[in-house]
């Protein structure tokens, strides 16, 4: 798929996702398989600013090129001067935050509030445009307001118009949030009213959801969020499939191990030992959450307060996988409940997802 200028093949591309897609994140996707991978939403305010956590969420190295910036804002000229000030990092694409339903974004009237607004969401992308100077400037958004209010066909056609060059559709409405099933035929919708490329988000958990995705929608590449949690593997598996061979489906777990290592040591470089131990222990439990023993883990993991007895926790629970000593696990629940919740372990009801 050529999205602009920049060409990233068949491949699949990795979801902004707030607090997970950082540098250790991105780098492991990109080693499986990924086409294009993309920052968590950033402030434009803060870009422009110098704002010191926007400029640390922004942060990328040269190695994970080609990468996606993307912005949050909800004024022309703040975009237009961000989008600008981005050319010193150079990034191959940046995107626009229309999708996102939190309370804390949505009340500033940013993130999918700007659905409601076709004019002004022409007017923010004509401004991007203009500050890319070439960069290609994508749109990531939904449906509509709800079910009964979807306008998406009008706001992709105003996207395109204003000279963007993909647009990446979340096929639920800000009302739906994360659970509810994505409406595919949105997407085969939007892909006929278009002449820029379309790239479908939404409840793709397998490589083999993402290629049924591309035939059945019809969109020219997929995103990739919850799913990538914790299994890069899901991009590796996809560009086996599509190189016509059979998908290794769920990994040796010596392998989910080693990988498992390398993120851990990721993120201790990028955080320090002391910053980084919650970042670590969500990724343990997402890399292990399809295998027997997950219930122990969770249970031993939390209560640790140092990465050496991470890692030897996860060598030790690797080996009692190995070695089929735990129970058989209802992997399904699990599962379930991840879907609807990533950080499933924990109990209190707190908004989690897309979270500034
Ligand atoms: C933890 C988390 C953080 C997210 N943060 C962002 C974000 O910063 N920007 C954004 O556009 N979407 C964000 N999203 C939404 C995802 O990019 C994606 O659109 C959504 O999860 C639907 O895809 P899925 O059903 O495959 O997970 C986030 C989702 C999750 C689970």
Redesign the pocket.
């Known amino acids: 798929m050529k999205i602009g200028r920049l060409d990233i093949g068949e491949k699949l591309i990795l979801?902004?996702?707030?607090?997970?897609t950082d540098t250790p994140f991105r780098t492991i996707a990109k080693e499986h398989g990924a086409g294009l991978t993309f920052t968590?939403?950033v402030s434009a305010k803060g870009i422009i600013t110098n704002e010191f956590y926007t400029l640390r969420k922004l942060a990328f190295s040269r190695s994970e090129k080609p990468i996606g910036v993307?912005l949050l804002g909800k004024d022309p000229d703040i975009l237009y001067a961000a989008t600008k000030e981005l050319h010193r990092f150079k990034p191959d694409v940046i995107d626009l935050?229309c999708?996102?339903p939190v309370d804390q974004v949505t009340k500033h009237e940013m993130g999918s509030a700007i659905m409601d607004n076709p004019e002004l969401l022409g007017k923010l992308v004509a401004s991007m445009v203009k500050g890319a100077e070439g960069i290609p400037v994508s749109v990531?958004l939904r449906l509509g307001r709800d079910r009964s209010s979807i306008n998406i066909i009008e706001n992709a056609k105003i996207i395109e118009d204003n000279g963007a060059s993909m647009v990446i559709l979340?096929a639920r409405a800000r009302e739906d949030r994360?659970s509810v099933c994505a409406l595919w035929e949105w997407l085969t919708k939007v892909k006929n009213s278009l002449s820029i490329p379309l790239v479908g988000?939404?409840?793709?958990f397998e490589a083999k959801d993402a290629q049924k995705m591309i035939h059945l929608a019809g969109c020219d590449s997929v995103m990739?969020?919850?799913?990538a949690l914790g299994n890069p593997f899901l991009f590796r598996e996809f560009n086996q499939i599509s190189d016509g061979f059979e998908g290794n489906g769920l990994p040796e777990v010596l392998e989910v191990r080693d990988v498992c290592i390398k993120h851990i040591k990721l993120l201790t470089v990028e955080y320090g030992e002391f910053n980084s131990l919650d970042k670590i222990k969500k990724n343990v439990i997402w890399y292990f959450r399809k295998y027997n023993g997950i219930s122990y883990l969770i249970e031993k993991l939390l209560s640790l307060k140092s990465v050496d007895e991470i890692q030897e926790l996860v060598e030790i629970h690797t080996q009692k996988i190995e070695n089929e000593e735990y129970q058989k696990e209802d992997i399904e629940i699990i599962s379930k409940r991840f879907n609807n919740k990533?950080v499933f372990w924990q109990t209190e009801e707190k908004e989690?997802?897309?979270e500034k």
């Open positions: 979801a902004p996702m707030a607090d997970v968590q939403m993307q935050n999708g996102c990531k979340h994360y988000n939404g409840s793709v990739i969020a919850r799913g990533v989690t997802v897309c």
